[in-house]
């Protein structure tokens, strides 16, 4: 009879062939005290993801789908495979450093009242990446985000407030959402929960589904010594259309969980931030001409002509 194992990774991939085989390497490189199954699903890469991960990996669970069907959707599918007690979502443009998995799962069955759990991102060079975790969405921290504020002033946590600015991740502490590039949380939390809501397809799934469990009791909770490289970004490179995907995550994040004033403040503020970009990049392009302030205002006429599309959310069907 099997056993099944203590953990199930489960790892989303698309088009990002040569860092998804370095994070497979370093799960199995640095998890060496718990006891996992490894569960990868290829969202139809073009770039031949799937093939290579079967040839180096054979023995992993690998699920090469037809069709894309986000984040949210794939690690749906994986979960309703797994057998862990615990579920992990680790984003393929990752690297596990120093047991980072293991010492995850310590934390886990140290604090069980947290529910979910995280741990601490760092970019290639070593660097805070401080994208590990964020507070709950807020009207002020997105006015701060749409007029550049938080860039302006990142470490400010007046400023940068839903990043949690100031903080460096370097103590252990309780956050409103754990982000899903190195998330986790038990099996069946996941299950009586209905795992991530269908409607997104990409970003805001973890932020949603931290809200809904932390009605249910939960404290998510990060903690400094689980760390991992997390690039970012790598899957999706085009600039319009990650916008676009964004806007429609925070937009479909309120209307799930904010009332409708609020909802349609956060839609003025978003079609101001488009508006304004537009006009900004398109006088800037006029005036000083070169290819980049062109490529940044097109980008910005892109975003605003498929306003309505974003405006609305995600639907269901999607």
């Known amino acids: 009879m099997s056993i099944s194992p203590e953990l199930s990774i489960i790892v989303v991939s698309y088009n990002t062939a040569d860092v998804t085989l370095e994070c497979l390497r370093s799960v199995y490189r640095e998890t060496c005290q718990t006891s996992f199954e490894l569960i990868v699903v290829d969202n139809n890469s073009p770039d031949g993801s799937a093939k290579a991960i079967a040839a180096e990996f054979p023995d992993l669970t690998l699920i090469a789908r037809p069709d894309n069907l986000g984040f949210g959707g794939a690690n749906n599918l994986a979960a309703g495979q797994a057998s862990g007690e615990y579920l992990l979502l680790l984003n393929p443009d990752t690297v596990v450093l120093r047991g980072a998995i293991d010492t995850l799962m310590r934390f886990a069955r140290e604090t069980p009242k947290a529910g979910i759990w995280g741990g601490r991102t760092l970019f290639a060079d070593g660097s ?3 994208t590990s975790c964020w507070r709950d969405m807020s009207l002020w921290g997105t006015f701060c985000w749409a007029v550049g504020l938080t860039r302006l002033w990142p470490r400010s946590p007046i400023f940068n407030y839903d990043a949690y600015g100031g903080w460096r991740r370097d103590t252990v502490r309780e956050v409103d959402t754990v982000t899903g ?10 299950q009586a929960l209905g795992g991530f809501d269908p ?6 799934e973890e932020a949603d589904l931290c809200v809904r469990a932390r009605r249910r009791g939960a404290r998510p909770m990060v ?9 970012g970004g790598l899957s999706d490179t085009v600039r319009a259309a990650k916008m676009q995907r964004l806007i429609r995550a925070k937009i479909t ?3 799930r969980h904010w009332g409708p004033i609020r909802l349609w403040s956060l839609k003025v503020l978003f079609r101001g931030l488009v508006a304004l970009r537009m006009l900004g990049f ?5 005036l000083l001409g070169g290819q980049g302030p062109k490529d940044r205002a097109a980008t910005w006429r892109q975003i605003w002509s498929h306003r309505r599309d974003w405006l609305n959310g995600y639907d269901e069907a999607q």
């Open 282 to 286: 398109g006088l800037q392009a006029r």
């Open 181 to 190: 590039c190195f998330f986790l949380i038990r099996r069946s939390a996941w």
């Open 128 to 130: 805070l990446n401080a």
């Open 253 to 255: 994040l309120a209307s």
């Open 223 to 231: 903690t400094p010594e689980a760390e991992i490289i997390h690039y």
């Open 199 to 204: 409607a997104f397809f990409m970003y805001g």
